[in-house]
């Protein structure tokens, strides 16, 4: 299935991508940091981040086979940050530092038209024309490996509404937020789900789903 | 974990456990069969019900544990079914006939007081002085056994709420249900949990996780 989108995301048991409050000092919002914790304990993730250490575990072969497969990311514009409205002249460069983690393109959804950045082997492009734009040119750039659709909720919302996705992997995590951005609101009840694949470590369940057309 | 309340519930991947528009004649919503055709295809399910034949496999395997070792089952009105308010001069008795597959005593959450129904070897008993008399009603009952909370969501939102749920077992069904039910709604970020178990068939997954308190 090359050239796929799949959406991957941590959730909630709850069914929560992001705790309430979400701020520039706590981009998770409350809570959200939980979801993510199994991932930062992984060698194959502290190594991406340029750290040494940590542990190798199912999870970590889900996060390097994605990697591998991964030719291009999209995520929406509340994930890679710095608010909303025109970006204005010392625009925000995302969370992630000069080095930042993805290593290939990725297509950022926004209202605002913004020339490409480039950071170390990783380009940021801003896509304003709209979900299945930015799905192509990711397409595009992605060749004969997959896109990865990384969020944030609104922005899955979007191509899961769209009937665009073609894979969903929740990652969930043992914790309730009780508030914040659900991944599924507004998604309606469409789209056919194959389980496809059940990995687990103590500390996250991976939900691997097959999408399909509905009825 | 003896005398535990543990709640087990089948839910969505969207996280409802029951579907948009329930009615006397739908009442597990719309799509909300969906939940449960992992359950009825079970040998253990089947034969539960009176039926031959049918599947033997690791959700099988989980269901006989909680019957062996379920003593007495919690559940709301809603659950039970027959409509909101008094109960009238001809009561409705439930969804299950005169031989209900629960073999123990069941304790129905009413705002309407009611006499006990006896029906086979299953005996309802009405309780309408709120859910902690309940939980001490059914542990009395359940003896060395555990108490199931078995819905349907407001019934589980409460306890939950509360704090008085020891665990919790989600089967997530691979579908969406778009609208419904939300077995977490209102239930808040309090609640620490342990996942304890993942078990899995082509057809479900089965999350089991302890509940430990807040911090």
């Not at 959200?32 to 914790?37: A, F």
């Amino acid at each position: 299935m090359a050239g796929a989108l799949k959406l991957e995301i941590a959730i909630s048991v709850d069914g929560y991508v992001a705790g309430p409050n979400q701020s520039v000092e706590n981009p998770l919002g409350e809570g959200g940091e939980g979801l993510h914790e199994w991932a930062l304990k992984l060698q194959v993730w502290r190594e991406q981040h340029g750290r040494e250490g940590g542990e190798v575990n199912l999870s970590g072969e889900l996060v390097e086979e994605a990697l591998r497969g991964t030719g291009a990311t999209i995520m929406g514009r509340k994930m890679f940050g710095g608010g909303p409205g025109p970006w204005g002249e010392d625009p925000w460069n995302g969370w992630w530092g000069d080095e930042p983690p993805f290593h290939h393109p990725v297509f950022v959804l926004t209202h605002h038209q913004r020339e490409p950045l480039h950071l170390a082997d990783t380009s940021f492009h801003f896509v304003s024309d709209g979900i299945e734009s930015a799905l192509a040119q990711a397409r595009e750039a992605a060749g004969e490996k997959d896109i990865k659709l990384a969020g944030g909720a609104e922005a899955c919302q979007q191509y899961l509404a769209a009937g665009l996705v073609d894979e969903i992997q929740l990652n969930v995590a043992p914790v309730l937020l009780g508030a914040g951005e659900r991944l599924f609101d507004g998604v309606g009840a469409d789209l056919r789900l194959e389980q496809t694949l059940v990995v687990h470590t103590p500390e996250v369940t991976h939900l691997r789903y097959r999408v399909g057309a509905g009825t």
